[in-house]
């Protein structure tokens, strides 16, 4: 058996974190590009033969561009003291490890938190202490929009009592780094594993991030939903556009819209689209996208998916569904089922919850079934299923 040293020698691991044993996070970095793939397309077999599920119309893995540096998000920790903060990660004993240069993400996000980390010993903002309950700052949420570079910093405390700090400390953030260009607050209270809470709270910058992906304009805001590699996201929104160019649907449902995305890449190929998300700040996103691309044939409302459908009663020629991780359960799915709609697009970031809908939504055929490595060097991905009804 080779030890650690010589088998990261031998495979080249480009992680000192994962190295030294720190992170474990990218299960299958020790793996090449290819092998990765391969992995996770067996996975999804697997996944879907356990249910029944045919793969005949299984596409190849639309790969990412760039494995590292390629995500646009960072979620730090902070931990530590006043003197000597740590921004990193948790484990299991409790203990916060530094990792402020992950190789995953966006360089200038690393260097953002690299400042961050020298800026809270300048303005002796406390860190809070999990085992001790005590302290204010609970987390670093870093984003970089796609193309223009415009970083969003969201410092997560446990009160309001030390925001006149993050208002000093920002401003010189945004003094040494002039692409960083939204810093907010987010008001976090309890002593659970919950990363953010309801209340957000404006500090510098503009409103809003302005990402360009394809050829459209995004408005990105602290609370809004975003996939996280960039360059795949504008592949799987393509995609999905050509998925629908050639039958030029009439009516479309998008459930669990977030930004809009998926709706304003397809809006040149539908009559008229309704988006339904219960964020009110993808839904605030979402009608900003649409001033900024000057598109008209979309309307997006604030509501919780199962309510609206129950209370809907026109069948949509295509529908458009990206649900969380859960998916979309059965009522979701019978709901679904009764309306009917000819095309249902289904993109999940979880094949086994999505496999287990599929057998749900047994009147629909599988035309298509197409994974995106969403999350280069993990065992994550994203998969795109096609459904027409019987």
Do not use: W
């Not at 996070?25 to 077999?45: A, D, P, V």
């Not at 659970?192 to 409103?207: D, M, N």
């Not at 809907?312 to 979309?328: A, Q, T």
Request: glycine letters at 4%; hydrophobic letters at 35%.
């Amino acid at each position: 058996m080779c030890g650690m040293s010589e088998l990261t020698t031998q495979l080249k691991i480009p992680c000192s974190y994962y190295n030294k044993n720190v992170c474990r996070s990218c299960g299958l970095i020790e793996h090449s590009y290819e092998e990765q793939l391969k992995i996770k397309l067996t996975h999804l077999k697997d996944i879907f033969s356990k249910e029944n599920l045919s793969t005949n119309g299984l596409r190849p893995f639309v790969p990412s561009d760039t494995q590292l540096s390629s995500r646009n998000k960072a979620k730090l920790v902070v931990n530590g003291s006043t003197t000597e903060p740590i921004l990193g990660i948790t484990g299991s004993n409790q203990e916060t490890t530094r990792i402020d240069n992950c190789p995953l993400h966006n360089p200038k996000l690393n260097a953002v938190a690299q400042t961050v980390t020298r800026l809270i010993q300048t303005y002796k903002v406390s860190p809070y202490d999990i085992s001790k309950r005590i302290g204010e700052l609970k987390f670093l949420l870093l984003r970089i929009a796609n193309e223009t570079d415009q970083i969003l910093a969201r410092f997560v405390l446990r009160s309001k009592t030390e925001i006149p700090k993050i208002q000093k400390l920002g401003a010189e953030l945004m003094l040494t780094h002039k692409n960083v260009a939204l810093i907010s607050v987010n008001i976090q209270p309890v002593h659970q594993a919950i990363i953010e809470g309801p209340e957000e709270i404006h500090l510098l910058g503009e409103p809003y991030l302005i990402e360009k992906l394809g050829p459209y304009k995004f408005a990105t805001s602290p609370q809004s939903f975003s996939q996280v590699t960039s360059n795949v996201a504008v592949k799987l929104y393509t995609r999905v556009s050509e998925m629908i160019k050639d039958n030029r649907p009439g009516t479309v449902l998008d459930l669990f819209s977030g930004s809009g995305c998926f709706s304003i890449f397809t809006s040149p190929y539908f009559k008229k689209c309704i988006g339904v998300e219960i964020s009110p700040s993808s839904v605030n996103d979402a009608q900003s996208s649409l001033k900024l691309n000057q598109i008209s044939n979309i309307t997006f409302l604030e509501q919780d998916v199962l309510p609206f459908l129950k209370q809907h009663k026109e069948s949509p020629d295509l529908l458009i569904v990206n649900p969380p991780r859960r998916g979309l359960k059965a009522d979701i799915c019978n709901e679904l089922v009764r309306l009917k709609p000819k095309t249902i697009i289904y993109s999940s970031c979880n094949p086994q919850t999505l496999a287990q809908d599929l057998k749900i939504l047994s009147d629909y055929e599988i035309l298509s079934i197409e994974p995106f490595d969403m999350f280069p060097m993990t065992e994550h991905f994203e998969v795109v299923v096609k459904l027409n009804l019987r």
